[in-house]
């Protein structure tokens, strides 16, 4: 008598995911990850800034505190928390209150990263039962790990955006199976 085995698909899961856009310092240094291009955020009519506003779309930004500006507007007086690039001291951004999540990008201090990669990659997760001499068992099987496989190793240690989107996505994954 030989070994016959029945594979049924008992159910398929799909997960889709979104990206995130990396942005660099004029002088090359990586200031922000958004989860937004910067062309698609509004602008600020008086100074052109772009208003990233954190409360609605996530981001990270890699600065440090350069102390308060204060600018005369034309209904008073503005004051400014601003944030500056770590290398080379350029500033990056503004906010009005030193703990608010609405940023403004100054015109030009941002350019996008030649590296904009998926944070979370689609992948298909299918539970197969096999039937094999009158004893059942499972297997789930996911496509996640062929496409991890497919990244460069190198690159996975000199970026710090691409290793925490690994991290997202294996948290991700656990979060999926459980």
């Known amino acids: 008598m030989s070994n016959v085995t029945n594979l ?17 310092c004029l002088c090359g ?9 910067l062309n698609l955020l509004p602008k600020r009519k008086k100074d052109g800034a772009i208003v990233v506003d954190g409360n609605l779309h996530k981001n990270k930004f890699s600065t440090k505190y350069s102390g308060i500006v204060y600018i005369r507007r034309e209904n008073g007086i503005e004051q400014q928390f601003r944030d500056k690039c770590i290398q080379c001291e350029l500033t990056i951004f503004y906010r009005h209150d030193r703990e608010s999540r609405i940023y403004f990008i100054l015109k030009g201090a941002l350019i996008k990263s030649f590296v904009t990669a998926k944070s979370e990659i689609d992948y298909k997760v299918t539970t197969k039962t096999i039937t094999d001499l009158g004893k059942n068992s499972a297997v789930t099987l996911s496509t ?16 710090y955006e691409q290793n925490a989107q690994i991290i997202q996505r294996h948290l991700k994954r656990k979060h999926v199976q459980n």
Do not use: H
Request: glycine share 8%.
């Open 8 to 24: 049924k698909t008992k159910k398929s899961q799909y997960v889709s995911r979104g990206e995130t856009y990396s942005y660099n």
């Open 29 to 37: 240094k990586l200031c922000g990850i958004i989860e937004r291009p």
């Open 144 to 159: 996640i790990d062929g496409n991890l496989n497919e990244i460069n190793e190198n690159e996975l240690d000199i970026s």
